[in-house]
Each structure stands twice: as structure tokens, then as C-alpha cells.
């Protein structure tokens, strides 16, 4: 509400007081206020296609992503990238497509110093590499930065994601140890869906 309280002054004082510049103050206030709006909707918009109640659309995102950059936000404009991979990512099936946008947005993260999503980039960046020995290294950075920021359910996440790696390398061993401590990180979090995706986890059998 500061910023819509913020653009009714400006506003009045273009009007009645003839400030100069007042109206340019505003059109700012309310691109900064439709940029945040339009990055939640697009998240609550993603939630529900994971959930099965919808398509998904990037649209939000992209909007954002424009605003941001207008404003000269580098940390928004990072997250709102983040969010355009993880459609092309996620929703469209599009790991090529994706990796120029969460590229980019761990390079804006890391000048803002926005160590969530760079974590959260770094992870997806992972998936994209997946078969690679890079994706190894950008989980396990990802980890790290989840760990200093105390972002349990977020650990867990990448603990199952590492064991899965693990199992694909032949660590079986490795994986065995992962996948419990995903599990206890998880339950300490009461992250559920977490939980479960560890309790999903198979390892090979030995030969």
C-alpha cells in the first residue's frame, strides 16, 4: 500500500501543487509495485500448474522481467529471469531454452548478492546439465548456499537431487547416505513432499 499511497501524493502534488518530475516518480512507484505483482502472480501461477489446475504461462514472468530491468532492479530482474527458465525448464519441457536464462539470472543474483536465487538457479542450472560433471559441482554450490542460509526444506531438495547423482555414478554408497540425510533434514523442516521424494528413492541393487 506505501507505494499506491506514494503514487496518490505524487500525484496530488502534480495536480495542485505543479511539481515538477512528480508524475515520472509515480509512473515509477507503480512499475516497482506491477513488477512484484506480476512475479507473484506468475509463482502462484506455476504452483498450480504443479498442482494440476493449470497450463502454466510465462507471460508474468516475462512482464517482470521487462519492468525490472526498466527500473534498473538487478535483483528482481534475477529472480523474474530465474522464473522464465523455470517455465521453459519445467512447463515446456526446454533444458536449451532455459539454461540462457538462468544463466543470466545467477550472473545478476551474484552482483546483487542474492544468495536465495542464485541457490535456486544454480540447482536448476544443475538439471539442465544433468550428465555432466558440472551439474555435480552446481548442486553442491547450490547446497552450500542453502545450508548458510538456513533454508532446510531447500537443502533436503538438493540432498535427494545429489543422491540421485550419486546412484547415476555408481556412488552407491554415497547415495545411501544422501538420501538419509535428506530424509532427516526433511523431517526436522516438516517439509512432506520433501520427505517424500526421498522415500521414492530407490538405489540399484548391488551386483
Known amino acids: 500500500m506505501g507505494r499506491i499511497e506514494n503514487a496518490k501524493t505524487l500525484y496530488e502534488q502534480a495536480v495542485f501543487i ?14 516497482s509495485l506491477e513488477a512484484d505483482l506480476m512475479l507473484a502472480r506468475g509463482r502462484v501461477t506455476h504452483a498450480r500448474y504443479l498442482s494440476g489446475e493449470g497450463d502454466g504461462d510465462v507471460t508474468a514472468f516475462e512482464r517482470a522481467v521487462d519492468l525490472y530491468n526498466s527500473l534498473g532492479d538487478t535483483r528482481g530482474e534475477a529472480e523474474a529471469l530465474f522464473w ?11 533444458d536449451d531454452v532455459a ?7 545467477r550472473d545478476l543474483a551474484t552482483d546483487a548478492g542474492d544468495r536465495e536465487t542464485l541457490a535456486y538457479t544454480l540447482r536448476h542450472l544443475a538439471f539442465a546439465s544433468k550428465g555432466t560433471p558440472e551439474a555435480r559441482e552446481l548442486l553442491e554450490e547450490s547446497t552450500r548456499l542453502r545450508r548458510e542460509l538456513g533454508f532446510l526444506p531447500g537443502v533436503a ?7 540421485y547423482l550419486a546412484r547415476d555414478e555408481g556412488r552407491t554408497d554415497d547415495a545411501a547416505d544422501l538420501i538419509a540425510e535428506a530424509r532427516e533434514t526433511a523431517e526436522r523442516a516438516g517439509a512432506r513432499r520433501v520427505l517424500q521424494w526421498a522415500d521414492e528413492f530407490t538405489t540399484p541393487p548391488e551386483s
Open 84 to 94: 522464465v527458465g523455470i517455465y521453459h525448464q519445467v512447463v515446456a519441457g526446454e
Open 99 to 105: 539454461r540462457p536464462f538462468f544463466e543470466r539470472a
Open 157 to 163: 531438495a538438493n540432498l535427494v537431487g545429489l543422491a
Open 18 to 31: 505543479g511539481t515538477e518530475g512528480a508524475l515520472d516518480m509515480a509512473d515509477l512507484a507503480l512499475d
